[in-house]
């Protein structure tokens, strides 16, 4: 009701050409028990990208990896309450500002490692920090985002 027409479904379309998967246990598995609030996720896009298309390749591959970073870097915070993530109760959060730093040319298309971890959360707000990896272990972003969230009693 608050999204115009046809945005949440372009939504949708564009989180399902992403192939995202845990390292570990994903936060939603384990609900109720804190745990240590780091998680890593592999992620790429589902297909080969095109070098020759309309967006010059190097943009559209930050662009593509700026919408991912966006995608679990905050369900480190909630792992360390003993909350599943987003999706799962009624937990509702909202980032407050979202800052990354690329480090060296990556693909989108290729596997990509996100470090993920929480170094601090109180008071309805937590602080996650991540790190993104090339498939041969290089760093090739940084990236640091504030969130709100509001857990029920």
Known sequence: RFLAPGVAERLLEARAAID???ADEPPYVTVGAPRDPRSQVWFRTQGKLDDDGDIPRPL???CLVTYVSDMTLLDSILLAHGRGGWAVGDVVGASLDHAMWFH??????EWLLYDQESPTAQGGRGLG?????????QLAASVIQEGVIRVPR
């Open 20 to 22: 995202l998967r845990y």
């Open 60 to 62: 559209l591959d930050i």
């Open 104 to 109: 060296r040319p990556l693909r989108a298309d």
């Open 129 to 137: 920090q991540g790190r993104i990896f090339t498939a041969d272990g």
